[in-house]
């Protein structure tokens, strides 16, 4: 039973949108699947015995359907708008364009928010389709939401958690300073749905964010080291992630955390959602993505 089996009579519930494969991304290339091979078969194997999970809840509304190719193109140009990959969405123009349910419109009406950021607005329609994601972006530029909310339907969309289970959604960000801005939004954003988080970062006592672990939280926001230590003293563990955020991706690896990175990573099924994060696009933070993502959208110059 998923979170949110009582909204069963709310058109806009993402509860019954099955994922459009079985199990969803597969291996992780950047190329798409072709023909069987080695990588695919060991991927398979992992999966064996995985339950299936929803990750695909986009559905375009008429207004957007009904943009040609003129107007889209004229859109992304006037926001700065850049995309790459496979079958891309078009963007949206307005919050109820997206599609998001309505306790997710709550939040954003709350928040006083006008119109989407360029990076929300083409953003949304590619995290909600439950692909994989590229986003080079900079501070400042709305990419925390633009990861946030989709993060939010998707945990309501999963069964609940269970007495042992890890998270559902697992954030990595460099710094306390950036993983407590995060957990703050998700506070804000998550409390109409009842969704739990917690923050986990060095340099202060384990004990209460172990409290929060031990009563389960669907998301954790994390910094890669603390997150590591709590895993190995079983405080926590990632069987249940589905929706992988790497924030500022870059900067995580000019501190040294690529191996700490891989560790997290190969704990987690291969058939996860994961979006990407960087402000830089260079060659190590290029081949560490091709690592992890399948056949991502990229998107840039969301400024």
């Given at each position: 039973?998923?979170?949110?089996?009582?909204?069963?009579?709310?058109?806009?519930?993402?509860?019954?949108?099955r994922?459009?494969?079985?199990?969803?991304?597969?291996?992780?290339?950047?190329?798409?699947?072709?023909?069987?091979?080695?990588?695919?078969?060991?991927?398979?194997?992992?999966?064996?015995?995985?339950?299936?999970?929803?990750?695909?809840?986009?559905?375009?509304?008429p207004?957007?359907?009904?943009?040609?190719?003129?107007?889209?193109?004229?859109?992304?140009?006037?926001?700065?708008?850049?995309?790459?990959?496979?079958?891309?969405?078009?963007?949206?123009?307005d919050?109820?364009?997206?599609?998001?349910?309505?306790?997710?419109?709550?939040?954003?009406?709350?928040?006083?928010?006008?119109?989407?950021?360029?990076?929300?607005?083409?953003?949304?329609?590619?995290?909600?389709?439950?692909?994989?994601?590229?986003g080079?972006?900079?501070?400042?530029?709305?990419?925390?939401?633009?990861?946030?909310l989709?993060a939010?339907?998707?945990?309501?969309?999963?069964?609940?958690?269970?007495?042992?289970?890890?998270?559902?959604?697992?954030?990595?960000?460099?710094?306390?300073?950036?993983?407590?801005q995060?957990?703050?939004?998700?506070t804000?954003?998550?409390?109409?749905?009842?969704?739990k988080?917690?923050?986990?970062?060095?340099?202060?006592?384990?004990?209460?964010?172990?409290?929060?672990?031990?009563?389960?939280?669907?998301?954790?926001?994390?910094?890669?080291?603390?997150?590591?230590?709590?895993?190995?003293?079983?405080?926590?563990?990632?069987?249940?992630?589905?929706?992988?955020?790497?924030?500022?991706?870059?900067?995580?690896?000019d501190?040294?955390?690529?191996?700490?990175?891989?560790?997290?990573?190969?704990?987690?099924?291969?058939?996860?959602?994961?979006?990407?994060?960087?402000?830089?696009?260079?060659?190590?933070?290029?081949?560490?993505?091709?690592?992890?993502?399948?056949?991502?959208?990229?998107?840039?110059?969301?400024?």
């Open positions: 039973m998923s979170r949110f089996d009582g909204r069963a009579a709310d058109p806009s519930s993402y509860r019954d949108r994922s459009e494969g079985a199990f969803g991304g597969g291996t992780r290339a950047f190329a798409p699947s072709g023909k069987p091979d080695a990588a695919a078969a060991a991927a398979a194997a992992e999966l064996d015995g995985l339950p299936r999970f929803e990750k695909n809840f986009y559905v375009e509304v207004a957007v359907a009904g943009m040609t190719a003129e107007e889209v193109e004229a859109y992304r140009r006037r926001r700065e708008i850049t995309v790459e990959g496979n079958d891309v969405p078009k963007p949206v123009r919050f109820r364009d997206v599609g998001f349910p309505e306790y997710v419109l709550q939040e954003i009406t709350k928040a006083g928010f006008t119109e989407p950021t360029p990076i929300q607005s083409q953003g949304w329609p590619m995290a909600l389709k439950g692909r994989d994601l590229i080079i972006a900079e501070t400042g530029s709305g990419k925390t939401l633009a990861y946030l989709p939010i339907v998707h945990v309501n969309a999963q069964p609940i958690l269970a007495p042992g289970d890890g998270p559902i959604v697992l954030v990595l960000a460099p710094t306390r300073e950036l993983a407590v995060i957990q703050q939004e998700t804000k954003f998550g409390a109409s749905s009842k969704i988080s917690t923050c986990i970062y060095g340099g202060v006592p384990k004990g209460p964010q172990v409290r929060d672990l031990q009563k389960g939280v669907e998301i954790i926001i994390a910094t890669p080291g603390r997150l590591i230590d709590m895993m190995e003293s079983h405080h926590t563990n990632l069987r249940r992630v589905t929706y992988l955020v790497l924030d500022e991706a870059d900067r995580m690896l501190m040294g955390f690529e191996p700490q990175i891989k560790k997290i990573v190969s704990q987690i099924r291969p058939d996860r959602q994961t979006l990407y994060w960087s402000a830089t696009w260079p060659k190590e933070v290029e081949l560490l993505a091709r690592t992890f993502l399948f056949d991502p959208y990229k998107g840039y110059n969301w400024f």
